[in-house]
């Protein structure tokens, strides 16, 4: 599988950091465990570059591995309907003042003016599972504690990640039942049209 690379604002700086991070770990973990320093600022310098690399890279790994199985994935599935604790919920969280600031790896993915509402549908509901697995990769960063030690700095580390990838959860599963209401909307409009121009053309018949 080709990896696919974006060019969006948000990817581009995902790309630049895992750049960055990549050339820190290198010269931080050469200088450390290649011998020619023992200080503990140097290695823990390379960790800390080495988690965030991780965590950007990881995410843009499985998000392309996940198109794999897209076609499986449907809006109308089970686990994508919005259930009724989450209104109350999302009012709560205020997410309809935030939920457009927030960073989108691919925005054209969902501009209503150039795509079929279902196919966004279908996407907010591929990135919603994208985003899941994101909380998985946040966990198993808590591994590093065991190369490392401090483990607690790991837990923290995932926490973090974690939070941060639940706002794309939440703002996923807010969008998705307006822009399924406003196809259905649109699909009914549609159906009445037809029907009348059926009748107008049985009428002149």
């Known amino acids: 599988m080709k990896l696919k690379l974006n060019n969006s604002g ?10 960055i991070c990549l050339l820190i770990t290198s010269v931080c973990f050469i200088l450390f465990y290649g011998g020619k320093t023992d200080s503990e600022a140097v ?15 990881v995410r843009i790994i499985m998000g392309n591995v996940s198109k794999l199985f897209r076609k499986h994935i449907r809006y109308e599935q089970w686990w994508f309907k919005e259930h ?7 009012k709560l969280l205020r997410v309809k003042k935030w939920k457009d600031k927030a960073l989108t790896y691919n925005p ?19 990135s919603e599972v994208d ?5 998985a990769i946040s966990v198993s960063t808590m591994f590093f504690g065991l190369i490392w030690g401090h483990p607690w700095l790991f837990i923290v580390s995932a926490i973090a990640a974690m939070i941060f990838d639940s706002q794309f959860i939440i703002i996923q599963r807010y ?6 209401k406003a196809l259905e909307r649109k699909e009914k409009y549609e159906k009445n049209d037809e029907n009348e121009k059926k009748e107008e053309s049985e009428e002149n018949g």
């Open 43 to 57: 290695k823990w310098t390379g960790v800390v570059a080495f988690t965030i690399m991780y965590h950007f890279w």
């Open 10 to 19: 948000p990817a581009i700086f995902m790309y630049t950091v895992i750049g």
């Open 131 to 135: 985003h899941w697995i994101n909380e």
């Open 84 to 90: 009724k604790f989450e209104k109350g919920l999302y």
């Open 108 to 126: 054209g993915d969902f501009d209503v003016k150039n795509k079929p509402l279902d196919e966004i549908a279908n996407i907010m509901a591929k």
């Open 175 to 180: 969008n998705r039942p307006r822009i399924i």
